[in-house]
């Protein structure tokens, strides 16, 4: 049902592809809104069919930033028509942040611009560490705007201004350093570590690990502390009054895996 991504499901484990190999996964328009719609049909699902999700790129790179043949047509925009498609862009990112499921980004060959929107959105950043990272977009004159919220997020404001002020290119081990990725490794240490990070999410809670990112996403972003003290008060109540919660704690008690973990 897409043309520049791929989605499937196998054990339940859920997997994008961005699939524009031939130009080393660079988005456009068609791609952006192929992933709010995946992310949209996402959110309709439930914690039984998928618990976690991975977003990689397809061919020798995860993401090489924007597509030049869409740049080339958005300099002819409109100023409505850039903020439109811009917002297209914001949109697509917090469609991948707010993901009620675990994201994993595993990232090789090239992350350029706007792929690291796409990375750092995710929940956790597993990437090869001979890939190239560069938020260059002050290189042609104008600034990663619309990844910003999540780049500083994971790298801080003046991490943020040495990477995003240069433009300069950075390898994977370096991005480690910065905190854009979780993990820098070769390919049999990621493979190994996706391995142990899938297990680690699988024996936790599936819907406590929804409702985890939820608090997490509304303690960053949408309440004050005054709020945050009645919100959280009663996602514990409501957690403990659960099946799932119910079942967590009487299996603590009774010394047994719960029945989540297979």
């Known amino acids: 049902m897409y043309k520049t991504i791929e989605f499937k499901i196998e054990n339940q484990m859920g997997y994008v592809f ?15 809104s192929e992933l709010i719609h ?12 998928i618990r976690t999700l991975i977003i990689e790129g397809r061919g020798p790179s995860f993401c090489a930033g924007a597509d030049l043949k ?29 993901c009620k499921f675990p994201t994993i980004a595993m990232v090789h060959g090239a992350a350029i611009g706007g792929a690291n929107g796409l990375l750092a959105a995710c929940d956790f950043v597993l990437a090869d560490k001979k890939a190239v990272f560069s938020l260059s977009e002050v290189k042609i004159g104008i600034v990663p705007a619309c990844i910003s919220p999540y780049v500083m997020k994971r790298v801080g404001e003046y991490k943020s201004k040495e990477l995003m002020l240069t433009g300069i290119r950075f390898s994977g081990k370096e991005a480690e350093k910065y905190g854009l990725v979780n993990w820098s ?8 570590k996706l391995e142990e990070l899938i297990h680690n999410l699988g024996t936790s809670g599936p819907i406590a690990v929804s409702q985890c990112k939820q608090l997490l996403y509304d303690m960053s972003n949408r309440l004050s502390h005054e709020e945050a003290m009645t919100y959280t008060a009663k996602m514990i109540a409501d957690l403990r009054k659960s099946d799932e919660g119910q079942e967590g704690m009487n299996s603590f008690l009774e010394k047994r895996k719960p029945n989540w973990v297979k």
């Open 18 to 32: 961005l699939n524009r190999p031939e130009i080393h996964n660079a988005f456009n328009e068609e791609m952006i």
């Open 70 to 98: 869409w740049m080339k047509s958005v300099v002819d925009y409109s100023h409505e028509e850039n903020y439109q498609e811009s917002f297209k862009l914001s949109q697509c990112f917090n469609a991948i942040y707010s």
């Open 185 to 192: 490794l070769g390919q049999k240490r990621r493979k190994a």
């Open 38 to 49: 995946c992310f949209g049909e996402l959110e309709t699902m439930d914690n039984t069919e």
